[in-house]
Nanobody, 122 residues
Framework: QVRLVESGGGLVQAGGSLRLSCTTP????????AGWYRQAPGKQRELVAE???????TYADSVKGRFTISRDDAGSAVYLQMNSLKPEDTAVYYC????????????????WGQGTQVIVSS
């Protein structure tokens, strides 16, 4: 069982920026499609952004124009650039993938990380 690894969370003032990263242990695998979810205290986990296997992103309405999802050139990491952060963005952010690739072989599963905390103060 491969668990994704998120990093880059932290405490930031409203209007600030953070960049979240999602990788696999040892950077052995590469990503096809991937997504970022978030879960605020007492609320259901929600989809924030997705990037498909062709690199086309989609976003939740609440983050359009502020967040950018991307992959590095090698496909070994997925990022979420968060700009103009608002207090309502405060949540634990999770990376998700439904397939990982190693040695040109795709392995399908529901891959999740343990989450990284983002706190935006007003």
């Amino acid at each position: 069982q491969v668990r994704l690894v998120e990093s880059g969370g932290g405490l930031v003032q409203a209007g600030g920026s953070l960049r979240l990263s999602c990788t696999t242990p040892g950077n052995i695998f590469t990503f096809n499609a991937a997504g970022w979810y978030r879960q605020a205290p007492g609320k259901q986990r929600e989809l924030v952004a997705e990037i498909d296997s062709g690199g086309i992103p989609t976003y939740a309405d609440s983050v359009k124009g502020r967040f950018t999802i991307s992959r590095d050139d090698a496909g070994s990491a997925v990022y979420l650039q968060m700009n103009s952060l608002k207090p309502e963005d405060t949540a634990v952010y999770y990376c998700h993938a439904d397939s990982l690739v190693v040695l040109d072989e795709a392995y399908e599963d529901d891959y999740w990380g343990q989450g990284t905390q983002v706190i935006v103060s007003s």
